[in-house]
């Protein structure tokens, strides 16, 4: 049974009409001009709305890069969800080269200031914490460990925890 029954009247044998498949068309401009502007005034250009800006406000540790091919690389830690991969939709970017590195999601650091705790999210295979495999599981971070994604090795850093946060006082 077609899904448009009904549309048409009974005993009607017209096809529904065939419609162009809508396409989203993404544009690298930073202003964008309206569709129509009203008769008799000029179009005016309107800034485009701003790319997401995946760093952090405020830092609340930081992953170094000890071994691979960025090496000496100091990378920001933000509160909540830290994702990890080579690509530009993650908010810690590990594109020096090493393609074992996942794309999208090679593993997240996590913080919140509630539990002033951070942890280690594995998601792809390849990931060691301190020698450990860490695949498909939670670890706590307290600060000193090795990471090994891919061919990479990061320290961990932490600024926040039971000591200090951003959100005390406020």
Same mark, same amino acid.
Request: net charge positive; glycine share 12%; hydrophobic share 40%.
């Given at each position: 049974?077609?899904?448009? !029954?009904?549309?048409?009247?009974?005993?009607?044998?017209? +096809?529904?009409?065939?419609?162009?498949?809508?396409?989203? %068309?993404?544009?690298?401009?930073?202003?964008?001009?309206?569709?129509?502007? #009203? +008769?008799?005034?000029?179009?005016?250009? %309107?800034?485009?709305?701003?790319?997401? &800006?995946?760093? #952090?406000?405020?830092?609340?540790?930081?992953?170094?890069? %000890?071994?691979?091919? *960025?090496?000496?690389?100091?990378?920001?830690?933000? @509160?909540?969800?830290?994702?990890?991969? !080579?690509?530009?939709?993650? !908010?810690?970017?590990?594109?020096?080269? &090493? +393609?074992?590195?996942?794309?999208?999601?090679?593993?997240?650091?996590?913080?919140?200031?509630?539990? !002033?705790?951070? @942890?280690?999210?594995?998601?792809?295979?390849?990931?060691?914490?301190?020698?450990?495999?860490?695949?498909?599981?939670?670890?706590?971070?307290?600060? *000193?460990?090795?990471?090994?994604? *891919?061919?990479?090795?990061?320290?961990?850093? #932490?600024?926040?925890?039971?000591?200090?946060?951003?959100?005390? *006082?406020?």
């Amino acid at each position: 049974m077609p899904l448009y !029954r009904g549309f048409f009247k009974k005993g009607s044998s017209a +096809a529904p009409p065939v419609e162009p498949p809508t396409r989203r %068309v993404a544009h690298s401009e930073t202003m964008v001009k309206p569709r129509s502007a #009203p +008769a008799g005034e000029p179009a005016v250009a %309107v800034p485009a709305s701003p790319a997401r &800006d995946l760093t #952090p406000a405020q830092v609340v540790g930081w992953l170094v890069v %000890v071994e691979g091919l *960025g090496r000496g690389q100091v990378l920001p830690l933000g @509160y909540g969800v830290n994702d990890i991969g !080579r690509g530009a939709d993650t !908010r810690v970017r590990l594109d020096f080269g &090493d +393609a074992t590195i996942d794309l999208h999601s090679q593993a997240a650091i996590i913080y919140t200031a509630r539990s !002033r705790r951070f @942890y280690l999210q594995s998601i792809a295979p390849g990931n060691w914490v301190d020698g450990c495999p860490a695949v498909d599981k939670s670890v706590e971070l307290t600060g *000193g460990e090795t990471l090994r994604m *891919g061919q990479t090795r990061l320290r961990f850093v #932490p600024l926040c925890g039971p000591g200090f946060d951003w959100c005390e *006082g406020a």
